[in-house]
């Protein structure tokens, strides 16, 4: 019943994915779980703490309501660019069930409110497209990427990304790099106004490359966890051609820019803390999401759909429930 709700684009049934978002993430309301530690979070992300009423239950509702909005706007995202040839909330609802499949990553951080500015930051990217008159959201690129490194400055190696797609859809002009750049500028101004207005000196955090040993643990939910998105991804790859094929030029440089930030996303985490890498997770699963919803579409029978769905909700359920320690 899930997928057939989320299969029709109408605005009541967009709603519906916050009660979807409760239900996945309700060991986090019944259990409230700890804090990143703020240490590991940017600026921002330290100072919506201070805002925030230091209660992990209140923490927990936060988190709630932002996997609720981002799932709007990764819904909003594909249908506005054609990703699939059926509009439906399919992709903010895989969103909302791979960025829940540990509680580790139902925790307030600031990978899960960086990515807020992430998708932001890629959608207007992906409005430059054959725009004559694109220098506000072209400014809006940078701005919001910048934002996002602010909550975790380690989302930093994520312009890469943004030049390179922005290289796919636009002819290269020096003067719409600038503009891009100036949404970039200005993040830094206010940054470092702010600081010298307070008397604190500007450290900027260093970023680490953790070996890969590091990444082994005895924690078997976790090893099951990390082979999910490896599977995924996987599979994604190999399929990756019936994602394009039949869609418009637009749509396919676009796809092809959302598989680089899934393929570069992956291949980023090293430079992520062993210990946060589940909270990490949250990120993957934005690019993940569009493609897992492609996939999922392509299941013709609507009850194995149905019944594959209502097992990954039971399975995940039990594991908060029984088996997290």
């Known amino acids: 019943m899930l997928i057939s709700i989320f299969k029709e684009n109408l605005f009541f049934n967009s709603l519906l994915l916050l009660p979807y978002a409760i239900i996945i993430r309700l060991y986090s309301l019944i259990h409230p779980l700890k804090l990143t530690p703020v240490e590991e979070g940017g600026t921002l992300y330290k100072l919506l703490l201070k805002i925030l009423p230091e209660n992990p239950l209140i923490y927990s509702i936060f988190s709630i309501i ?45 990978f899960i409110t960086g990515l807020f500015f992430i998708i932001l930051s890629f959608n207007e990217l992906f409005k430059t497209y054959k725009k004559y008159y694109s220098e506000r959201m072209l400014y809006n690129v940078g701005l919001y990427m910048s934002i996002a ?66 990444y082994f643990t005895h924690d078997i939910a976790s090893i099951i966890i990390y082979s999910i998105f490896i599977f995924l991804f996987f599979y994604s790859t190999f399929t990756y051609r019936k994602f394009i094929i039949k869609k418009s030029i637009q749509s396919q440089k676009k796809i092809n820019i959302l598989f680089w930030l899934l393929l570069f996303t992956i291949i ?22 569009v493609f897992v919803s492609m996939i999922y579409q392509r299941i013709k029978n609507n009850l194995i759909a149905e019944i594959v769905n209502f097992v990954i909700i039971f399975t995940i359920l039990v594991y908060h429930f029984q088996f997290y320690r």
């Open 66 to 110: 932002i996997v609720f909005i981002e799932a709007i706007l990764i819904n909003r995202l594909v249908i506005k660019n054609r990703f699939t040839r059926d509009m439906s909330l399919l992709p903010g609802m895989f969103f909302i069930l791979l960025s829940s499949l540990s509680p580790e990553m139902l925790k307030f951080s600031p």
């Open 268 to 289: 980023i985490s090293i430079f992520f803390k062993p210990g946060f890498l589940l909270n990490y997770m949250v990120v993957i699963a934005f690019p993940l999401s």
């Open 149 to 214: 490194v602010l909550f975790y400055f380690n989302f930093v190696i994520l312009f890469i990304i943004l030049i390179l797609g922005f290289l796919s859809i636009r002819t290269l002009k020096i003067r719409e790099l600038f503009q891009l750049l100036s949404g970039v500028l200005t993040v830094i101004y206010f940054y470092a106004f702010t600081m010298f207005f307070y008397d604190k000196n500007i450290i900027l955090p260093k970023i680490k490359i953790y070996t890969i040993s590091r």
